[in-house]
Structures are given as C-alpha cells and as structure tokens.
C-alpha cells in the first residue's frame, strides 16, 4: 500500500502551523558548509521546499537512517527566513519508510501573495492588476522587434489611445493627470504598440497603513521559543531564561588588540542551556544587570558555533550579544524554570572518565585540608585547597578549589567539619583531571552547592547516616605506589627518550626521570621580560632597550622603567644509561639554581661577584633530581626538533627512591 504524504504541509508550514507533525518525503539531501550542514528537498507530493537539518540529526544521515525517498515524520521544526527565503528547519524527525519511490511529481513551493510577480504568456497579452476589461493591446510581437522596454520621457499615455501603460498609478486611471514618464518599447516600427513584458501589479497596502506614511520595520515584539529551537537561520527571536552561572570579568590581548570579556549560562523551562558572551562596551552594558539565578527576557544577538574546549553545554550555539541586543529582568517569573539542571555521575563511573571531560557530582565531604598559597607558571599566585568528596558507590575523589571559592565555600566547608558535620556539596560543571590518579577540579563557571534542596542530596544523605560514614571507599585520586610515586607518573631512562620516540605524537608525553645535571651554560640562562599585566597575568615576552633609556614591550606596546629577567636555562642532564639537552624556565630554574633569576642577574652583571656566581652555579652541578619532563616536537625553521621542558625538578628522596628499585626488582623477580 502506498504511503499517503500529507496534503498541503509545504503550505501550512510555510503559513505557521507548526504542530502539524506532517508526513513528507525526502526527495533530496546535499551536505553544505565547513560546519557539515544537510540540506533537504522535502515534498508533500506536489509542493517541494528546502529544510536544513539541525546539527544534532546529522547522525541520522551519516548513518544513512535518513536517504533520499525517504518517508519521514516531522515532528519538531520550525520556519525560518534567510535572504528573503523561507526554509525549513527540522529539529526532530522519524523516519517512516527508508525507501520509497519519489510520490507525485512536487515542484518547487511558490508563495502567493499582493506582490507576487506574474509573467504573460508568450504571444499573448496580459491583464492588469484590474481585471479581464483592462487590457494592454492585441495580436503577436514581430520578429524584429525588442522585447526590452526603454525609458522615453517624451511619449505620453495619451499616444497609446487603445492601451494602458505597464506600470500605472490609481490615480492616472481615475483620469488623473500623471506627471510620471510612461515605458515603451523600442523598436523599428514605432507605430505598432505590442511588446512582450511582465506585469507587475500595483502595490495595494494593507488596510491598517493607508495614508499614514512609510513602514521601516516590524516594532512587534519577537515571539519567545526555546533555547532548543534556535538556529542562525532565525531573524527575530526572544528567548525567557534563568541564569546559572556568571563568569568574572577577563581581559585578552590578540592581534587585534586588548579587550574585555564575560560569559553567562542560561537555562529554560524545558531544559535548554546556552552560553551568552559579552566584549567590550556590551560587557559595560549588561555586567552589572546579569544576576545569578534572576531571569530575563533576552532578545537581539548573534548565533554561533559552540566552541567545545572552553563551552560544556550541551547546545551546538552560544549567544554573543551586540549594541542592538536587549537584556530585560523579568521579576514576576512563574517559577516554572528550575534553578539549575544537574546530570550527576557516580564517583566510580568517572574513573574511566576522559581528562578535562566537565561533568556534575555530588557526595558527602569527609576532609578539607586549609587553603594554601601557589604560583602559577605565569608568576600569579592564587589560592589552593583540597578536599575528599565519596559517594555510594564506593569511591572517594579528591577535590580542588581554586580561587576565590578557597575563601569562600572552601572555608564554610572547613568550619562545618570542624564542628563535626559532614556536608553534602554538589559540583556543577567540575573539569577531570588526571595527572596524578583522577581528581576534579573548579574553573570559572563551576558552581558549588552546600546542602542543597535536591532529592538526590537527600539519598547520598541517607545512605551516609545509614552506615555510609563507615563504609570503606577507595580512593581514585592520587594513589602513591612505593617510592612515593604516584600511580599515573611514567618513569623512563635518558635513553628511551630517543629510542621510543617519546615527543613525536600529536601531544606531548609527560614522563619522569631521575638524572644529575653535568652542565649548565652560563653565557644566555635568563632573558629580559616584560614586567606589565595583562588582566590577572604578567605579559613575560622578551623585551628590548628603548631610545630613553627604558625598556619597550612591542607586544604591550608600552616602554618602562625597570624590566624582569626570567630564566631561560640550557642545562645538561645524564643518567647511566646517556645524555640530553634539557630547557628550564622560571620556577624549574629556580628550583635548580636555588635562586631566582633577577638574583642571579644583578650578583653577575650589577655586583660583578663573578666568583659567588661561580659558586652558585657549581653546586647545582652533579647534583641528582627527579626531573618530569615535558617532551614535544616542534619546528625550527625547517627542521623538526625534539624539546625537552623541566617541568620540576625535586631533589631526589634517596630513601623513597630506593623503596621503589626494590619494588621494580621485586616484580622482576616473579
């Protein structure tokens, strides 16, 4: 039995009706763009029209679930205008019948409408916008005349007796003089007055804007759809949302200049997240409007591909707000958007998990160490603390708060231990790490939760009183092995640097070596840096002597008094199995050195103490470390080059380290 497509549903969807959920054909699919769109050819069996495929079903035609004569049900979509065109955007769709011949012979959808453009038959006349009695003349065009109609100013309606003009006003038919210039064409024989053309009919405005001058654009408020449905072919959209997170002000600096940023996340009634970004005089506009948890009314910007490293949503887009963008408060919300939308996952379960994965967690706090002070590599400090969070499946995870949440949750989490209350914390959007056994840890849109009111807080809290606190779990972060090694360090020789290619994959290898420096060249081991900050970081690029005396930053752009000086170390490392060529910088080479390098800078060049500086670099010679090395090949010129990077460098633990030979020959020996 053949499928029945349903009649009209190019024209009904055309027209708004979104609910029909209509049966069609696919009677075409053509992958467009970089960003691997589909578009489709649908049919009702005698109208066809164009229907992009939202991002989220391309699956279905990758794994050909969806082919050309494919009968489908469209069950979500919407109707979008791009480049004065409607088009189809389908959100959702079933397919019915994989196969099936093409039903009827549909063409093209064409929208009727007072503007409509009609075209005369070919040898035949044409009627005016006013009917059958109106009529432009009679009898086929000749040959040699041209079809393409001339401005002449100097002819007239009046030399056309028997015929009305192309193109004629209201009030030239109610016999009012028209000082316009009528069209016609041009030809050898002037006196016969047919020609081919296309008629257009008079504009006729619709009742509500006669007499009262132009229209510019549609001021009517945009309809509000869901956070789900939104697409870049949409032109006016409005979207009501609560906000779950807020970003902090961050400053960048790129080829084109310094700047501001902040993002916000969004959440709706029906479960849709998205990410909204603001730069520079939007930043000023909406920084201090945007609260967490309010909802707004939000209408006006652009739409663009979710960047996925740095964006966890699960929306392919984000938001980036413009001048012509609105934010506005809603304050009587009906509460039927939640305060946030968790996806929790076991302890367990996030073992297996892929590093810098985001994911939500929640589980009993059983230890919170206090909050300690740390350097960044770019020479900022920030606070650090650590905590264990288990759940009941038997796992426990370390946790790390980094920030201003150390002082924050981090201590009300400290003082509630210290009292003896162990408190559920649920973590929204916490990144894996896996550098030393699975751990989470807190960036800047992680949101923490104390006690929350959630039923799932409410059952890890039951089963901790109900036995839970002395349950035994295993932790999954940080399990040291002898020698105090922890489990994920890859410990290597000097030699198998080299003979297993370590560095010549896509990343970098990250391994552990125990090696004694022979050399350390002396003639270049720290470089000029620039002192600035650029946002809560210290720019650090080499800088260079300026015309005044002072110093200039090309990539700043600004010239200053006093430089830094950073190590930039060349050092010779060698264990018994051979030797390589290894780059320190700031804190390996402090660590190294036992001094910073503006130290060592100002004791060889200002204090000309040649001898103590001697002295210094000497007894770092010979001296034994436990190296982790980061191992990457790069380009030098033309030439791929393997970098060796001290990532730090830890005096060596002769004790430990020889729990661990034991351990090693142990397993050797069974």
Not at 39 to 51: E, K
Request: charged share 25%.
């Amino acid at each position: 039995m053949p499928v029945q497509l349903t009649p009209n549903a190019v024209a009904a969807i055309i027209g708004g009706d979104f609910n029909l959920k209509p049966l069609m054909q696919v009677t075409d699919i053509k992958l467009i763009g970089s960003q691997e769109r589909y578009r489709l050819m649908v049919s009702d069996g005698v109208w066809s029209q164009h229907a992009m495929v939202a991002i989220q079903l391309n699956e279905l035609v990758k794994a050909v679930k969806v082919r050309k004569g494919s009968v489908v049900q469209l069950t979500e979509y919407i109707c979008s205008e791009a480049q004065n065109r409607k088009i189809i955007v389908v959100l959702n769709m079933e397919t019915i019948v994989l196969d099936s011949e093409i039903i009827g012979n549909p063409k093209p959808y064409v929208e009727s409408g007072p503007t409509s453009q009609t075209a005369l038959p070919k040898n035949n006349f044409q009627q005016s916008a006013y009917g059958n009695n109106h009529m432009i003349g009679q009898g086929p065009v000749p040959k040699w005349q041209n079809p393409r109609p001339s401005f002449h100013p100097e002819n007239s309606v009046s030399s056309m007796p028997n015929a009305r003009p192309a193109f004629q006003s209201e009030s030239s038919f109610y016999n009012v003089p028209n000082p316009r210039p009528t069209f016609r064409p041009e030809s050898s024989a002037p006196s016969v007055p047919n020609f081919r053309a296309t008629v257009q009919p008079s504009y006729q405005p619709p009742p509500q804007y006669k007499n009262r001058g132009p229209v510019f654009k549609n001021e009517a408020p945009a309809r509000i759809i869901p956070i789900n449905a939104l697409n870049p072919y949409q032109g006016r959209w409005a979207i009501k949302a609560r906000v779950t997170a807020k970003g902090d002000q961050r400053r960048y600096n790129n080829a084109r200049g310094d700047g501001k940023v902040f993002s916000f996340d969004l959440l709706d009634s029906e479960g849709g997240e998205i990410r909204v970004t603001c730069f520079n005089a939007v930043l000023d506009r909406f920084y201090d409007i945007i609260e967490v948890g309010k909802v707004y009314l939000i209408s006006k910007g652009s739409l663009k591909p979710a960047q996925k490293n740095f964006n966890h949503l699960k929306s392919d887009w984000e938001i980036t707000l413009d001048a012509s963008s609105t934010v506005e408060l809603c304050p009587d919300e009906d509460g039927s958007i939640p305060d946030q939308l968790f996806d929790f996952k076991r302890i367990s379960s996030i073992e297996n998990t892929e590093s810098n994965s985001i994911l939500d967690v929640i589980g009993i706090v059983i230890s919170v160490n206090p909050s300690t002070t740390i350097l960044r590599k770019n020479g900022m400090e920030t606070q650090r603390r650590i905590l264990q969070l288990k759940d009941w499946s038997g796992r426990s995870i370390e946790i790390t708060l980094w920030g201003e949440v150390c002082n924050r949750e981090g201590q009300k989490l400290e003082d509630m231990l210290a009292s003896g209350v162990f408190p559920v914390l649920a973590i929204k959007a916490g990144k894996v790490n896996d550098f030393s056994g699975k751990s989470i840890g807190t960036i800047h849109s992680t949101q923490l939760y104390i006690n929350p009111d959630l039923p799932e807080a409410r059952q890890v809290r039951d089963w901790f009183d109900q036995g839970g606190k002395d349950a035994a779990s295993m932790s999954i972060s940080k399990e040291f092995m002898p020698g105090g090694v922890t489990k994920n360090d890859i410990r290597k020789t000097v030699s198998q640097i080299k003979d297993e290619g370590l560095g010549r994959s896509d990343k970098p290898d990250w391994v552990t070596v125990r090696a004694t420096i022979s050399f350390i060249k002396t003639d270049s081991f720290c470089y000029t840096a620039c002192p600035l900050m650029i946002g809560d970081r210290q720019c650090s690029k080499k800088v260079s002597r300026s015309g005044v005396g002072g110093w200039q930053c090309d990539r700043c752009n600004q010239e200053f008094e006093e430089c830094d000086y950073r190590y930039l170390l060349q050092a010779q490392i060698q264990d018994h199995t051979g030797l390589t060529w290894v780059t320190a910088f700031q804190e390996s080479g402090a660590e190294i050195l036992g001094c910073t390098a503006k130290e060592l800078y100002f004791l060889k060049y200002e204090g000309q103490d040649e001898e103590k500086f001697a002295e210094i670099v000497r007894s770092s010679i010979f001296n034994q470390f436990m190296f982790k090395l980061k191992i990457k090949e790069e380009l030098y010129g033309d030439e791929q080059r393997v970098k060796i990077t001290v990532v730090k460098a830890d005096m060596v633990n002769y004790s430990a380290e020889s729990r661990y030979m034991l351990d090693v020959i142990s397993k050797l020996s069974r």
